[in-house]
């Protein structure tokens, strides 16, 4: 990488003509990836990229230049590009050009006991063999397993006009199992993913032959499914079904450009009421080993622990910092970007709904006649409007508070919220799912959670009788 002195002289160019803010962003990123399908290895690929980008804000207006080449001429070429951005007849700033660099230390860091890139290749797709030998081993059923890993290596080093130098390295890793089952012309399905800001470690409580039995557990169990009832009824969501309502429902729409565009259900409604007064939500990138944590965001602010909504009412939005001047406050922590080709937006990290004091087997018991969901699957959200459609993977009928009738099909439709002001148990567990968020064309590794809870009343979306 570049040293400190250049990306000093470097930064000071692209500023040579003013501007409100400007940083640079230095990144090398290693990767592996292994897909196992149809009992075979179809892909097994290890690569490295590396690249750097100078930005620059100005006016609320960004200028933005990567390359890949880190020779002196091509980093000026960037500064000049980015400097050339500045509109000189209008009012602008002129920074203090005179700052030196201080390093910026985390105060949250990952400790990674197991660098996959220390594990030979071999052993990794050893891994990925037994997973699938134990899928086709639940059931004859069993008809397709699909097994995919991934680990990646990211460092990056960031440098500000605000004085500092920030330095992270990432490591991710990922395992992810698809298995379909086929029963009498019935097919079915059943995924399952574990990930997280981790080394290989992450198989110590989470074999690859685990995740890949769950897969397949869950495509059998649902070929004896009878499709879902449709209409409104209470719904209870588990801890195990993972947190994608939440990011969707409501986490897109309190990140902060969303917000500001009026393209957000939640845009203007800092201080008021969103949802139920037992209802917290959270995006919090400290916590140790999820998949959205990290130190620093991509633009150098320490990562933190944001109260997004507190006892129902909104508290504040995702920031980075060119939303934030906008606003006239601080980053939240949230200026993440993919890669050094892409400029920083406000993205999540890892949000949830807090845990409540409920016990979860009460909150199903409390229930007469209802679904409950074990597994969500994927969904879409308008923001402008807060509507939503959501699959559910795995739901049972809830008959005088027993968990019944194993059933499919069923989607939950409805608006965030609706549903946020309809949650009124909220249990004690919380369950994390992981995922990659994307936005703009970009894609960053995020975690969402949900405790046991119940919507009071949702429209399920499922089979209607006459």
Do not use: W
């Given at each position: 990488?570049?040293d400190?002195?250049?990306?000093?002289?470097?930064?000071?160019?692209?500023?040579?003509?003013?501007?409100?803010?400007?940083?640079?962003?230095?990144?090398?990123?290693?990767?592996t990836?292994?897909?196992?399908?149809?009992?075979?290895?179809?892909?097994?690929?290890?690569?490295?990229?590396?690249?750097?980008?100078?930005?620059?804000?100005?006016?609320r207006?960004?200028?933005?230049?990567?390359?890949?080449?880190?020779?002196?001429?091509?980093?000026?070429?960037?500064?000049?590009?980015?400097?050339?951005?500045?509109?000189?007849?209008?009012?602008?700033?002129?920074?203090?050009?005179?700052?030196?660099?201080?390093?910026?230390?985390?105060?949250?860091?990952?400790?990674?006991?197991?660098?996959?890139?220390?594990?030979?290749?071999?052993?990794?797709?050893?891994m990925?063999?037994?997973?699938?030998?134990?899928?086709?081993?639940?059931?004859?059923?069993?008809?397709?397993?699909?097994?995919?890993?991934?680990?990646?290596?990211?460092?990056?080093?960031?440098?500000?006009?605000?004085?500092?130098?920030?330095?992270?390295?990432?490591?991710?890793?990922?395992?992810?199992v698809?298995?379909?089952?086929?029963?009498?012309?019935?097919?079915?399905?059943?995924?399952?993913?574990?990930?997280?800001?981790?080394?290989?470690?992450?198989?110590?409580?989470?074999?690859?032959?685990?995740?890949?039995r769950?897969?397949?557990?869950?495509?059998?169990?649902?070929?004896?499914?009878?499709?879902?009832?449709?209409?409104?009824m209470?719904?209870?969501?588990?801890?195990?079904?993972?947190?994608?309502?939440?990011?969707?429902?409501?986490?897109?729409?309190?990140?902060?450009?969303?917000?500001?565009?009026?393209?957000?259900?939640?845009?203007?409604?800092?201080?008021?009421?969103?949802?139920?007064?037992?209802?917290?939500?959270?995006?919090?990138?400290?916590?140790?080993?999820?998949?959205?944590?990290?130190?620093?965001?991509?633009?150098?602010?320490?990562?933190?622990?944001?109260?997004?909504?507190?006892?129902?009412?909104?508290?504040?939005?995702l920031?980075?910092?060119?939303?934030?001047?906008i606003?006239?406050?601080?980053?939240?922590?949230?200026?993440?970007?993919?890669?050094?080709?892409?400029?920083?937006?406000?993205?999540?990290?890892?949000?949830?709904i807090?845990?409540?004091?409920?016990?979860?087997?009460?909150?199903?018991?409390?229930?007469?006649?209802?679904?409950?969901?074990?597994k969500?699957?994927g969904?879409?959200?308008?923001?402008?409007?807060?509507?939503?459609?959501?699959?559910?993977?795995?739901g049972?009928?809830?008959?005088?508070?027993?968990?019944?009738?194993?059933?499919?099909?069923?989607?939950?439709?409805?608006?965030?919220?609706?549903?946020?002001?309809?949650?009124?148990?909220?249990?004690?567990?919380?369950?994390?799912?992981?995922?990659?968020?994307?936005?703009?064309?970009?894609?960053?590794?995020?975690?969402?959670?949900?405790?046991?809870?119940?919507?009071?009343?949702?429209?399920?979306?499922?089979?209607?009788?006459?």
């Amino acid at each position: 990488m570049p040293d400190d002195k250049l990306l000093e002289r470097i930064l000071k160019r692209a500023l040579r003509n003013g501007g409100d803010y400007a940083d640079i962003f230095v990144e090398y990123k290693r990767s592996t990836l292994i897909q196992l399908e149809s009992g075979r290895i179809e892909k097994a690929v290890a690569g490295s990229v590396s690249g750097i980008g100078v930005r620059l804000i100005n006016n609320r207006k960004t200028a933005y230049a990567y390359s890949n080449d880190f020779s002196g001429p091509s980093l000026e070429e960037l500064a000049d590009t980015v400097a050339a951005a500045v509109d000189l007849s209008g009012n602008v700033r002129r920074p203090d050009m005179t700052f030196n660099l201080v390093k910026r230390y985390p105060e949250f860091r990952s400790e990674i006991k197991q660098f996959p890139a220390t594990v030979p290749m071999t052993v990794r797709i050893a891994m990925l063999r037994e997973a699938d030998d134990t899928a086709r081993k639940i059931s004859h059923e069993i008809r397709q397993v699909n097994v995919i890993y991934r680990d990646t290596e990211q460092r990056v080093r960031i440098i500000s006009s605000e004085g500092f130098a920030a330095e992270e390295e990432r490591i991710y890793t990922t395992a992810m199992v698809q298995a379909v089952a086929a029963r009498d012309g019935v097919i079915q399905s059943g995924y399952q993913s574990e990930g997280g800001l981790t080394g290989l470690e992450l198989f110590e409580n989470n074999p690859f032959s685990e995740i890949a039995r769950k897969a397949a557990e869950r495509a059998v169990r649902m070929l004896s499914a009878r499709r879902a009832p449709g209409g409104r009824m209470p719904v209870v969501i588990s801890s195990d079904a993972g947190g994608t309502m939440i990011h969707e429902a409501i986490g897109h729409g309190l990140e902060a450009d969303l917000a500001q565009k009026g393209l957000s259900v939640y845009s203007g409604k800092i201080g008021q009421r969103v949802a139920s007064s037992i209802v917290t939500v959270i995006d919090d990138a400290t916590l140790p080993g999820r998949r959205g944590s990290f130190a620093f965001d991509d633009e150098g602010v320490m990562s933190r622990r944001n109260v997004l909504v507190r006892d129902g009412i909104l508290k504040g939005y995702l920031y980075d910092k060119a939303a934030a001047m906008i606003d006239g406050t601080g980053s939240t922590g949230n200026g993440r970007r993919e890669s050094y080709s892409s400029k920083p937006i406000p993205r999540m990290s890892n949000t949830f709904i807090a845990p409540g004091q409920t016990d979860p087997e009460t909150i199903v018991g409390s229930v007469s006649h209802g679904l409950l969901v074990r597994k969500m699957g994927g969904g879409q959200v308008n923001t402008v409007t807060g509507d939503f459609v959501f699959d559910v993977q795995e739901g049972y009928m809830i008959e005088n508070g027993q968990a019944g009738e194993l059933v499919r099909g069923a989607t939950l439709v409805g608006s965030g919220p609706e549903v946020l002001n309809s949650i009124d148990l909220v249990g004690s567990d919380l369950g994390f799912s992981i995922g990659t968020c994307g936005k703009d064309g970009q894609g960053v590794p995020v975690a969402d959670a949900l405790p046991t809870l119940r919507i009071k009343e949702i429209v399920v979306g499922g089979e209607v009788k006459a």
